[in-house]
């Protein structure tokens, strides 16, 4: 049996990975994939790429390729989720800000720098017109941190997964005063270059048993009423972030990856830019 670790946020887009790993799926080939929930997200699932912490990630798309044009030894091997991720736009409950013009040059709350919270600051700024060099930062590290900042005053807004966030907004702990999509798809899967040298075949054995869940996945009876017992949601917004979501068994195409790179490029959040080969491994 071969040991794979790998990790992800806990939330609804990785219901997959919890059920084929409830399943047994991996070990049937032969593999212990041990799997680690990290709410810190993005940031935090890089930085343990390259600690050699884990040996695969399901990591947000203009993180994962921020941090390996950063020099993360690590490839993006596919991707995970197609469709865009749609970002929520919170400030707290008593927040004089009620519209997205109220936040110019306002404080975000982020998880860390490089996570997905970091960056779509800097991407929905831009779409504001805003200037981007004057953003300014406070780290929360957790959904629980953000909670505490825009409570205490010490951060304004927190940019989060809108689904994720709702029953906080239900609760009125946050107020969701706008969504940002991605223009791109929303989550990759990461492997260490160490990994995909020496477990290359282990590696496509793990993607070709989560690409035949994914691909299945929106059609099981029971679905709504297990991820919302696992989620805490209401089945309604589930079956709305359902029907906007689409999980993906294909390669990460250098059309994306150019897409990607630009904006971050353009966006003065990277310093160099480089081949789609060194992001991307074709398995």
Known sequence: ????????VPEHFNMP????LANRDFERDGIDLQW???PEGTGKM????RSGETDMAVVLTEGMVKDILGSC???????YVATPLLWGIHVGDKSAFYAISDLQQTTAAISRFGSGSHLMAYVHAQQQGWDTSALQFQIVHTIEGAVGALQQGTADYFMWERFMTQPLVDSGVFRRIGVCPTPWPCFVIAVRDEVLV???????????TINAKTKHFKEQSQLIAQLAQRFHQKEEALEAWLSCTEWSQNPFTET???QVQNHLWNLNLIDKKDTFASVVKML
């Open 46 to 49: 890089c930085q343990m790429l």
């Open 17 to 20: 990975w919890y059920q084929s």
């Open 198 to 208: 020496n477990e290359k075949e282990a590696v496509i054995s793990i993607l070709n």
């Open 36 to 38: 680690t929930d990290i």
């Open 256 to 258: 994306e990856f150019e």
């Open 73 to 79: 030894p690590a490839k993006i091997v596919q991707v």
């Open 1 to 8: 049996m071969k040991t794979i670790k790998i990790v992800g």
